[in-house]
Each structure stands twice: as structure tokens, then as C-alpha cells.
């Protein structure tokens, strides 16, 4: 059992969509013809008014993406489709599917943080290659603040190296 235990998030289904229909790759390449220079790795941080940019850029792109609920709706949506031609199950299919759009919609603001985390490490690399996203990421990793705040912390260091 770790003496010290760290959660470490879990690829959330939006940015993995983001990343492999290189919609974040390509904002990147945007904003780096568009900013000739961004301040250091340890330093960046993408504004508010970046994020909106990068949502339109999104949006623009005609980015959709396929949730597993979606899928789990497609499949279900056939197979009652196969055995039945009910109005009610279309219209409860119809109003689900509408739920989970909503729900959808608001994924990007659930995950900001994890958006912006990933939209941030691609940018820098336009400027600072992979040195500068290992900077970037020594100040923003939490595993790594954690490792800090036991090796500043003398009594906590003992703790949990002395056994």
C-alpha cells in the first residue's frame, strides 16, 4: 500500500476525441501563427478568451463526438427498431437522445481543466518542443506537487521514508 496516495484523472471521452480528431493539434498550429511568441512553459497559461476560441475552433470544425452513451443509443435504437415500430419507443428514443446532447454540451465546461491541460502542452510545444512541456509540466503535474510537498515537509518526509 503507497504511503501517499495520488489520484491521477482518467482520459475523459471529449478530450480523447479532441486528440484523435486533431482538433487540439490543430487550434495549436493555429495559435501559433497567430502569437509569435507566449511566455515561459512554467509560466503559460491559456485565458478564458483562449478556451472560448478553442471552443468556436471546435465548433467550426463541425466537432461532434461519439460518447459511449451515443453508441450504447445507436445499438439500442436498432435492435428495438428490428423488433418493434412503437411511436412511443421513438418518441422516449428521440427525448434521450436529446439528453444526452445536453449533457454533451456541457462536457466541455465539466472538463475544461483537462482540455486546457492538453490545449497548453501542444501549444508549448510549437515553441518549446518537448523541453518546454517537461517544464510546463514539473509546475503543474500534481504527482509532482505532491513529491514536493513531502520533500519541504521534514516531518512528512520522515513519515513516510522512514519505514
Known amino acids: 500500500m503507497p504511503d501517499i496516495t495520488a489520484k491521477r484523472d482518467t482520459l ?3 478530450v480523447e476525441n479532441l486528440i484523435s480528431s ?5 487550434y495549436a498550429t493555429k495559435y501559433r501563427r497567430e502569437h509569435a511568441e507566449i511566455t515561459t512553459p512554467e509560466n503559460f497559461e491559456l485565458t478564458n478568451a ?3 476560441d478553442f471552443k468556436k475552433f471546435a465548433g467550426n470544425k463541425l466537432f461532434d463526438y461519439q460518447s459511449e452513451s451515443d453508441r450504447l443509443l445507436k445499438l439500442l435504437d436498432e435492435r428495438l427498431k428490428s423488433k418493434s415500430n412503437s411511436t412511443v419507443i421513438n418518441s422516449n428514443l428521440t427525448s434521450l437522445k436529446s439528453e444526452i446532447q445536453k449533457i454533451k454540451s456541457r462536457d466541455f465546461d465539466i472538463h475544461a481543466e483537462q482540455i486546457k491541460n492538453f490545449l497548453s502542452k501542444e501549444i508549448i510545444t510549437r515553441y518549446y518542443y518537448r523541453e518546454g512541456v517537461l517544464r510546463y509540466t514539473i509546475k503543474h503535474d500534481d504527482f509532482i506537487e ?3 510537498t513531502v520533500l519541504n515537509d521534514a516531518n512528512l518526509y520522515k513519515k513516510v521514508f522512514s519505514n
Open 22 to 26: 486533431n482538433i487540439i493539434f490543430d
Open 146 to 148: 505532491q513529491a514536493k
Open 50 to 52: 483562449d478556451l472560448e
Open 12 to 14: 475523459s471521452e471529449i
